[in-house]
């Protein structure tokens, strides 16, 4: 029985080294950045040498709107407030400036950040970002493809995760969300009793001046989260996410290095680009090559952040809760993990996406696994993602996983046969 992952070891060092040579070569690689292009480049180089057909192509991205759509969306929340205590008294033309503006405030937070969907996008400057994909073709004519995929790209500094891990963003988070909902309901409820008056002032009394002062219980997360983005600091992204990177490269230079080569299976690597501006690269892709990706069984598995054993986990759930990846690939991982000697649980609902999100809302076959704790620690999203605070440990067992995953994939002739097993269930 061919057994791939004991590979891995081997090759632990080749992905240490690579880390860290990208990050101290290109650096800041915002999405659409020259440092993003450059570390594609040299990916596209690297994989070369490994696969048999590699292509870059570029994609429109407009990174500032994921993260920029949050000071304008706090700015009206706050201005809505006031709003609310003045228009009973001067005019409710502040009422209905309150309510649009909490409408639009709302729909960036669910388009852009629930939905993972551009809204705003066009709003913010245009860039040119980098997708690169690499493949090791089949022995005879495919029948089934599986590809790994990870990101290039990194993000400015979440200032209160540096400040102080879950401490300080939570409540931010919590609180400028949750705050944010609280003054759109509370706005629209109070604009619905002003038309029931026949468009009359209401008095902000009783039930009214109740919700009006809970509105200022709110305020200092919401002015807060304003400043959620620290613009002077750009992270290294060593772990978020040249970790998969590198694993998502490691399987094809086994394979290469190796000699192995599948009867009917098609090996591809995905190293996308705007991930941290919205799974933007993924989905680019995803778009762009749905016929292909259907003409036979195709799945995907990104991975993203592989710092933390202990936090191993199966990504089915995302985009807030939004999205739904593929169960059948899950249960692939699962397995693989378990030929690995690690039981990873399905992932619990998290605030975020990976990029197998963004095959999933294509209809495309996808999961991932990611080994990021929920509870963030100091380095996620900070200065402190650097090549110095890597886990070598968890780097190689996620290695082990996809060499497996990928070992089973084949064996077993396609997700069908896990499919199968949880239809007997």
């Known amino acids: 029985m061919l057994d791939l992952k004991q590979n891995a070891k081997d090759n632990l060092q080749y992905m240490l080294d690579g880390i860290r040579y990208v990050c101290e070569t290109f650096k800041n690689r915002l999405p659409g950045s020259e440092g993003e292009r450059g570390a594609q480049d040299y990916f596209k180089k690297e994989l070369g040498e490994y696969a048999d057909t590699v292509i870059d192509e570029d994609f429109n991205v407009h990174p500032g709107a994921f993260f920029g759509f949050i000071p304008p969306a706090a700015i009206f929340s706050l201005l809505s407030i006031v709003f609310y205590w003045i228009a009973a008294r001067y005019s409710n033309i502040f009422l209905m400036a309150a309510v649009v503006m909490m409408t639009i405030a709302v729909l960036m937070f669910l388009f852009e950040f629930m939905f993972y969907r551009a809204f705003v996008d066009f709003l913010f400057p245009k860039k040119v970002s980098k997708n690169v994909y690499a493949v090791r073709k089949s022995e005879e004519e495919p029948k089934r493809r599986i590809i790994f995929c990870g990101h290039a790209d990194v993000v400015h500094e979440w200032r209160y995760s540096y400040l102080g891990e879950i401490k300080t963003l939570g409540p931010v988070m919590a609180g400028g969300v949750v705050g944010m909902l609280y003054v759109f309901f509370v706005t629209i409820a109070y604009f619905i009793r002003v038309l029931v008056n026949h468009y009359q002032p209401v008095p902000i009394e009783g039930v009214w001046k109740v919700l009006g002062i809970a509105m200022f219980v709110f305020a200092p997360f919401i002015f807060a989260i304003i400043f959620f983005i620290n613009y002077k600091v750009i992270v290294d992204g060593a772990n978020d996410n040249l970790t998969a990177c590198y694993i998502s490269m490691a399987v094809l230079k086994i394979l290469h290095e190796k000699g192995i080569r599948f009867k009917n299976t098609e090996v591809g690597c995905l190293i996308a680009g705007g991930e941290e501006a919205?799974?933007?690269?993924?989905?680019?892709?995803?778009?762009?090559?749905?016929?292909?990706?259907?003409?036979?069984?195709?799945?995907?598995?990104?991975?993203?952040?592989?710092?933390?054993?202990e936090a191993l986990a199966i990504y089915t759930i995302g985009c807030t809760g939004t999205s739904h990846a593929d169960e059948g690939v899950g249960d692939l991982l699962h397995e693989a993990g378990l030929n690995c000697g690690i039981d990873m649980p399905r992932a619990d609902l998290y605030p975020g996406a990976i990029d197998s999100d963004a095959f999933a809302q294509e209809g495309l076959m996808s999961a991932?696994?990611?080994?990021?704790?929920?509870?963030?620690?100091?380095?996620?999203?900070?200065?402190?993602?650097?090549?110095d605070n890597l886990n070598p440990a968890c780097i190689q067992l996620s290695l082990e996983i996809c060499l497996e995953a990928l070992r089973l994939y084949d064996e077993k002739g396609g997700i069908r046969y896990w499919k199968d097993q949880r239809k007997k269930k």
Do not use: W
């Not at 799974?279 to 762009?288: E, H, L, P, Q, V």
């Not at 991932?368 to 090549?387: I, S, W």
């Open 368 to 387: 991932g696994f990611c080994g990021v704790n929920h509870n963030p620690k100091r380095y996620y999203h900070t200065r402190e993602d650097t090549p």
């Open 278 to 309: 919205g799974i933007r690269g993924s989905r680019a892709f995803a778009r762009k090559h749905k016929q292909e990706l259907q003409e036979i069984e195709t799945v995907t598995i990104a991975m993203d952040t592989q710092r933390e054993i």
